[in-house]
C-alpha cells in the first residue's frame, strides 16, 4: 500500500482544552515526539487576549520545562490573536503549551504531529501526564 497521503503520515494530540481562571497558567497535556519529526501547535481561544507559550523538556517532570527558544518556533501566536498556529523544530523530546489569560477565557490547541518514524502514523496520539 502506497503511504503518500497526508492523514498516513499525520497524528493529531490534544494540546489543551481549558477554561482559565484569573491569569494563572495553566499548562496543557504532554506530547512525545519520540517518534515524529515535525509539530504544529494550532492554537484557539474564545477571545483575544490569551497567550500560548510553547515549552519542552527532556523529562516528563514538570519541574523540567521551559520555553521554547524563539530560534526553534516558525511564526508566533500574539494575544491579540484569537486563532493561530507556530511550528516546533526543537529537540527535546517532550512538548506542551501553557495558556494564560482573563477568568473564564475558554482556549482549546491541538499538535499535529507528522514526519512519523513508521508508517502509517498513528491517527491520534496517547496524552503523557506529567510525573
Excluded: C
Excluded at 12 to 30: C, E, F, M, S, Y
Excluded at 68 to 95: H, N, P, Q
Aim: overall charge negative; hydrophobic content about 50%; charged content about 15%.
Amino acid at each position: 500500500m502506497r503511504m503518500t497521503d497526508i492523514r498516513s503520515a499525520t497524528t493529531v494530540a490534544q494540546g489543551i482544552v481549558a477554561t482559565l481562571a484569573d491569569g494563572n497558567p495553566l499548562a496543557g497535556n504532554i506530547v512525545d515526539m519520540a517518534d515524529y519529526g515535525h509539530a504544529v501547535l494550532v492554537t484557539g481561544a474564545g477571545t483575544a487576549g490569551v497567550t500560548f507559550e510553547v515549552q519542552e523538556s527532556d523529562t516528563k517532570a514538570d519541574a523540567d520545562f521551559a520555553a521554547v527558544a524563539a530560534d526553534e518556533l516558525l511564526g508566533s501566536i500574539t494575544a491579540s490573536d484569537a486563532t493561530g498556529s507556530v511550528g516546533y523544530v526543537g529537540y527535546k523530546r517532550y512538548v506542551r503549551v501553557v495558556a494564560t489569560g482573563a477568568a473564564d477565557a475558554v482556549v482549546s490547541a491541538a499538535w499535529v504531529l507528522q514526519a512519523p518514524r513508521y508508517m502509517p502514523a498513528a491517527v491520534s496520539a496517547q496524552d503523557i501526564a506529567a510525573e
